[in-house]
């Protein structure tokens, strides 16, 4: 079998710059796909952080005008990886989060600083960068998605495109004012191309444009060509079901295993179950939660916003209160989430753990600890927090939607009959139905071999990259000519 070449293109990469799941997928994928003889080479911004890992690094093409100064793609490796990194310090040259100021508001030039991604993109995919001529381009979210409306109106033969969305919600739009900066030809501007709602759609481009159409699990797929879904892409998403399918995404089982995890008090796995008491007892004691190793505790390890349902969980905590469990918080987001966060752990000691933020080693720690993690989103394209529970024998409490209903099996009778049961869903994501979850949830734990059962189903789950590596292999060699 040849080695099929892809090139990818995102804005983050784990481990080189991360702020959510994204940055684990594309920063996951080449490894897996290696395996199906795919190489993957991929494209992100010169942050500083990538440009750092990279170092040292070759010159492969140059840019007379990146959207306002010369820019320069540079390849290297780092992490394992098979990078190439646009370097152009005018739009990538700045401090903290990729798409946002240190007042949290987004770089003004976002539209900027992505078309330039997207363009270059491009270059590289039609042949800039001298010997070497993609298969496939595979683009992830809005901010690689003016990649192939720039490849739709070049000439020669282009390689074959895959857009995957990660997250609808993000969308990539501005100002129609900011078209003819594009340096696409006034047809581009049009529904039949980048034009969306009077204004220019990044996301809307790569879906108009790519030969295929990918998200990150058969249910979302499927909610999203829905006009309560679609966030105004459903029509799109209609019209394109033929050349659309859900991937569920993998973890990197390397990273995210408990008998190898350097960042718990102990390690375990499925045979040692039981020691995961000590990761729990050091979480409390780390969280300044009472040291009652009955108590069952609760997880959270997740932005902390309107989508993720935070405001339910808020909600609920006289509901987690009430039936003698802890909760412990790993998260930031929303200010008035993050404060009722605090004023819960203020109002609870003992009972409520809370830190505001982000720390990679907690999130394994408070996944190897905790009893379950509760996911209750009101929209999931994936989510990755379940499958890491999964993995680390943490039972998921998840809303029935999206990745969420494909990944976790609910313990309901016929499940828990048949033995496959991993977890507990809920459905409408409502306050009521949490309350009822976290009730059912407790209740099973009460049952410590029902419990139990749970949490082996879960660890026997593969929740690796192997299928999906193997399904989105599958699908780039369809857009690739026999011979």
């Known amino acids: 079998m040849t080695t099929l070449q892809v090139l990818a293109v995102a804005s983050e990469i784990y481990p080189l710059i991360k702020t959510g799941g994204l940055a684990d997928v594309v920063g996951a994928l080449p490894a897996a796909l290696a395996q199906e003889d795919v190489a993957v080479r991929t494209l992100v911004p010169g942050y500083p952080?990538?440009?750092?890992?990279?170092k040292p690094a070759k010159t492969v093409m140059t840019i007379g005008d990146s959207f306002g100064a010369p820019a320069r793609v540079l390849a290297g490796t780092a992490a394992g990886m098979e990078i190439l990194a646009l370097d152009a310090a005018h739009l990538f040259d700045r401090p903290g989060n990729p798409y946002s100021g240190p007042d949290g508001l987004d770089w003004p030039d976002n539209q900027r600083r992505f078309a330039a991604l997207s363009r270059a993109a491009a270059d590289v995919a039609l042949g800039a960068v001298k010997g070497y001529r993609p298969d496939v381009v595979h683009a992830h979210d809005w901010q690689a998605g003016l990649t192939f409306a720039y490849m739709n109106f070049a000439q020669g033969r282009r390689p074959g495109t895959v857009m995957t969305i990660h997250n609808l919600a993000f969308q990539g739009q501005f100002s129609a004012a900011f078209f003819p900066m594009l340096g696409l030809p006034p047809q581009a501007f049009s529904l039949a191309g980048v034009e969306y709602y009077?204004?220019?759609?990044?996301?809307?481009?790569?879906?108009?444009?790519?030969?295929?159409?990918?998200?990150?699990?058969?249910?979302y797929a499927a909610e999203i060509r829905t006009p309560e879904e679609g966030m105004g892409f459903d029509g799109l998403l209609r019209d394109r079901s033929a050349t659309m399918s859900g991937i569920l995404n993998g973890i990197d089982t390397e990273a995210w295993n408990p008998q190898t995890d350097p960042h718990?008090?102990?390690q375990y796995s499925k045979a040692s179950m039981g020691r995961r008491a000590v990761n729990k007892a050091a979480l409390q004691s780390q969280l300044g939660l009472d040291q009652d190793p009955e108590a069952p505790l609760f997880g959270v390890v997740t932005r902390l916003s309107?989508?993720?349902?935070?405001?339910?969980?808020?909600?609920?905590?006289?509901?987690?209160?009430?039936?003698?469990?802890?909760?412990?918080?790993?998260?930031?987001?929303?200010?008035?989430?993050?404060?009722?966060?605090?004023?819960a752990a203020a109002s609870n000691p003992g009972r409520v753990g809370c830190v505001i933020g982000y720390d990679e080693a907690l999130a394994h720690r408070v996944l190897a600890a905790s009893d379950a993690v509760l996911v209750p989103s009101r929209f999931e394209p994936c989510g990755l927090t379940q499958l890491y529970a999964l993995r680390y024998g943490t039972v998921p409490v998840v809303a029935r939607v999206g990745g969420l209903s494909d990944t976790v099996i609910d313990a309901n009778p016929a499940a828990m009959g048949r033995g496959v049961a991993t977890g507990v869903q809920f459905a409408p994501v409502t306050y009521e139905m949490m309350r009822v979850a976290i009730e059912r949830s407790v209740a099973l734990y009460r049952q410590p071999a029902v419990w139990k059962k749970l949490q082996s189903n879960g660890m026997a789950s593969d929740v690796s990259w192997r299928d999906p590596a193997r399904r989105y292999a599958a699908l780039f060699r369809e857009l690739v000519p026999a011979g």
Do not use: C, I
Not at 49 to 54: D, G, I, P, R, Y
Not at 198 to 219: E, Q, W
């Open 264 to 266: 718990l008090a102990m």
């Open 49 to 54: 952080s990538v440009l750092a890992a990279l």
């Open 198 to 219: 009077g204004g220019v759609g990044y996301l809307k481009a790569g879906l108009h444009y790519a030969d295929r159409v990918t998200t990150v699990s058969p249910g």
């Open 306 to 343: 309107w989508q993720k349902g935070m405001d339910l969980l808020v909600a609920n905590v006289p509901t987690l209160l009430g039936q003698g469990a802890q909760l412990a918080v790993l998260g930031a987001g929303e200010p008035g989430l993050e404060a009722g966060f605090r004023a």
